[in-house]
């Protein structure tokens, strides 16, 4: 009995040090049907929580992408397509979706320095590039998103999310970006917005077939 335990008490040990299984881009490319419908078209708009263009995700860091993902299945990003979407992925799927986007979005890299911003919001930028980068495109860590070159009419809303407070089906709940904007008008979050799309980056939309 005891020889038995000890087996069992290594063959646990090796299982669980073997690694978590990779995210696999090739695999992504084939679980992106729900995905391609509105991230697979330039110029796509939304309609909630107001019209906007639906944000550019090839190129985006992949574990970004995961984390977005992860958020709205929990509901802490309130957004009902995007929830029901999330909740149907595993967490493989997420990782292997994040890797496709990641891959798929390579080319030249972002220039390391850009163009300063206006005066009335450069202070409040200051806080963004520890995460975003001072290019914000080259990031902290793949857990953070590029903002360099996104559609200013979606981070216009991302950021207002930011700030919804007690809405069922609108907002996002995070604790250090709630902070950074509670105060900002929505004036100042447009010229943040208008700023950060003006820059060059790696994001892009490419177009993909919703029949494949």
């Known amino acids: 009995m005891r020889q038995l335990l000890s087996a069992l008490?290594?063959?646990f040990v090796a299982l669980a040090a073997l690694p978590a299984h990779a995210q696999d881009a090739a695999a992504g490319a084939k679980k992106i049907a729900m995905c391609i419908g509105c991230h697979g078209i330039p110029e796509y708009r939304a309609s909630f929580?107001?019209?906007?263009?639906?944000?550019?995700?090839?190129?985006?860091?992949?574990?970004?992408?995961v984390a977005a993902l992860q958020a709205y299945a929990k509901g802490d990003?309130?957004?009902p397509t995007m929830?029901?979407?999330?909740?149907?992925?595993?967490?493989?799927?997420?990782?292997?979706?994040?890797?496709?986007?990641?891959?798929?979005?390579?080319?030249?890299?972002?220039?390391?320095?850009?163009?300063?911003?206006?005066?009335?919001?450069?202070?409040?930028?200051?806080?963004?590039?520890a995460c975003h980068g001072a290019n914000f495109s080259k990031t902290l860590d793949g857990n953070h998103p590029k903002l360099a070159g996104q559609h200013a009419d979606f981070l216009y809303v991302a950021l207002r999310s930011y700030q919804a407070e007690g809405k069922a089906t609108w907002?996002?709940?995070?604790?250090?970006?709630?902070?950074?904007?509670k105060?900002?008008?929505?004036?100042?979050?447009?010229?943040?917005?208008?700023?950060?799309?003006s820059l060059p980056g790696e994001l892009k939309t490419v177009p993909q077939?919703?029949?494949r």
């Open 49 to 65: 929580p107001e019209v906007y263009r639906v944000p550019k995700i090839s190129g985006q860091n992949a574990g970004y992408i």
């Open 77 to 79: 990003r309130k957004h």
């Open 83 to 129: 929830r029901g979407i999330a909740g149907s992925l595993t967490e493989q799927d997420m990782k292997d979706i994040g890797a496709f986007y990641e891959q798929q979005g390579k080319g030249e890299p972002a220039p390391a320095t850009v163009a300063a911003a206006p005066e009335a919001i450069a202070a409040k930028l200051q806080a963004c590039t």
């Open 183 to 197: 105060e900002l008008k929505p004036a100042e979050l447009k010229q943040i917005a208008a700023y950060l799309a």
């Open 171 to 181: 907002g996002r709940g995070n604790a250090i970006m709630q902070g950074q904007i």
């Open 209 to 211: 077939s919703a029949t």
């Open 9 to 11: 008490a290594i063959a």
